[in-house]
């Protein structure tokens, strides 16, 4: 276990110590997707659900997951975020007639360490408050591929999905 930080010497949990570490710059960038009706997307769209406009109260969700994020994972260092950006993209007709919405989030900070987990529970909040202000007219939708995409920053450097060796 001498590769996985979060673990101590006797294999018990811990918080890593980040307070030798300097502050650098750090973004990371990660998405997710749920799938839907295509009627849903469209009541998405049109605004058209009695709860309100879906993509503005997830985008809202998104940033305070982001900020909330120790609270959640309990490993986590709290960091001072100076950016969350909070993107919809929407997907269409897939595979098997589902539509489907892409959320990224892109959260950036100038600290010891990095933003990933912060970027992962946002992309989670706006998927499940999606999930939440449309169960009414749809229960069969799907939440999935919820991944990093990219970071930059910090000791390792910048990884991308895609390019990993």
């Known amino acids: 276990m001498n590769d996985l930080t979060h673990f ?8 890593v110590d980040v307070s030798e570490k300097a502050a650098t710059r750090r973004e990371a960038t990660a998405s997710g997707v749920i799938r839907m009706s295509p009627a849903t997307l469209e009541r998405i769209r049109a605004g058209t659900l009695a709860k309100g406009d879906v993509l503005a109260v997830a985008d809202v969700a998104a940033v305070m997951a982001a900020k909330r994020t120790p609270e959640t994972i309990p490993m986590c260092h709290a960091l001072p975020l100076s950016g969350v950006e909070v993107g919809f993209d929407e997907i269409g007709e897939i595979d098997d ?6 959320v990224t989030v892109k959260t950036l900070c100038t600290a010891p360490t990095g933003v990933e987990m912060e970027a992962l529970c946002a992309v989670s909040a ?7 202000m449309c169960k009414a007219i749809d229960r069969g939708m799907r939440i999935e591929n919820i ?19």
């Open 8 to 15: 101590s010497a006797d294999g018990r949990a811990r918080m």
């Open 97 to 102: 007639g589902k539509a489907a919405l892409r």
């Open 126 to 132: 706006a998927l499940l408050t999606i999930y939440d």
């Open 147 to 165: 991944q990093l995409e990219e970071k930059r920053g910090g000791r390792r450097g910048t990884w991308l999905r895609g390019a990993e060796t």
